[in-house]
């Protein structure tokens, strides 16, 4: 008897280990990976064409900041992104967002990514205070690239749940 139990608590330990071994070993969470950090690139660098590449044309994006909840990529946040772009083109202020994820559920050509998002700003020399926000993604890859087609943002999140998701 005393040796089940060993073996079933060996077993659990190995599951425990093994699950985040597995993860990183995971081709598809590599390429979520490489995703969420050209997203961050395109942010940090005034992107713009580079941020609509990352949405699937008929995306959409689901803000409480947003003046319509659900709004389509290509009218209210395209507008929103430029007017931002536009600022950290000219030197004026530097945006960075960082991700952090909680649930990772895929298959090869859709991807369920659930987490939060810290966004820090530095504007005129002054770093702005960090704002953290739930990020709840649905993507799809089509011809070997993923896209954003559906994303929610809830932009109440505290750095304490940050701190959490490490």
Known sequence: MLTRQICHCLLAISLLVAS????????VIAEL??????VSRTVAEGDFEGMVAMNHPDGI?????ASNPATRLQAEWLAAAAEDVA???AGEQSPRVEFRFSSRVHDAT??????MVRFTNTRGGVRMED???????????KDGRWTILVEIQRWDMT???WDALR
């Open 159 to 161: 750095k304490a749940e």
């Open 131 to 141: 704002v953290y926000g739930l990020l709840d993604s649905y993507l799809v890859k």
């Open 110 to 115: 859709t991807a369920h990514e659930v987490g």
């Open 87 to 89: 600022r950290t083109r």
């Open 61 to 65: 994006w689901v803000s409480a900041l």
């Open 20 to 27: 985040p071994l597995a993860a990183q070993d995971d081709p």
């Open 33 to 38: 990976d490489a995703f969420w950090a050209e």
